[in-house]
């Protein structure tokens, strides 16, 4: 992770790599490439260039984020999992975190949690323990969301299990756990 201009200019070299103009390509030839494997491995480079804050500017400009929520339901189920990895990786940063939430982001959270894909529900929880605000916990802890979380709860993955088990556990109160053992 590169967590500053000067890093990133150091390890480069002043005449490095042009990462606005990179990203840029990036984001034209995922939305002009006819070939899924080409996009899954755009996507997945995307998404890995989410994990460092210093690219957070240009993903916004270059509207990334627009294009990680859009695949999240229009994508083939490798597109869904980088694309709910790059949510994830982007949903610390405050101004990412209010774009996410005001583009319905908690909601195709909430569907990634029922997902086949490993990684899917592993990054669409984490997802959504990064996304709580007061505003959104309401969405976010809704008996849905906690049904879900307690099936997931007993999941025989140890790592979905164990990030279930946190969620439950630190974002929801032992009476909405009871009141949704009850429906169900």
Request: glycine letters at 4%; aromatic letters at 8%.
């Amino acid at each position: 992770m590169f967590s500053s201009y000067e890093r990133l200019e150091k390890r480069s070299g002043k005449k490095g790599v042009d990462r606005p103009q990179y990203l840029k390509e990036l984001v034209d030839e995922f939305l002009t490439s006819q070939n899924c494997e080409a996009k899954e491995q755009v996507l997945a480079n995307l998404a890995n260039f989410a994990y460092d804050p210093i690219n957070y500017p240009w993903f916004r400009k270059l509207k990334i984020i627009d294009i990680f929520l859009d695949q999240v339901t229009e994508g083939t189920p490798t597109l869904r999992s980088f694309a709910v990895s790059g949510i994830c990786n982007l949903a610390l940063d405050q101004s990412n975190k209010s774009y996410i939430i005001e583009h319905g982001g908690v909601a195709l959270m909430c569907r990634c949690l029922s997902a086949q894909e490993e990684s899917t529900v592993i990054s669409a929880i984490t997802s959504l323990m990064f996304l709580i605000t007061p505003h959104s916990k309401a969405d976010i802890t809704s008996t849905e969301v906690v049904q879900q979380m307690l099936i997931r709860s007993n999941s025989e993955n140890p790592r979905i299990r164990n990030l279930a088990k946190i969620f439950l556990e630190d974002y929801c109160t032992s009476d909405q756990i009871k009141r949704v053992q009850t429906i169900s």
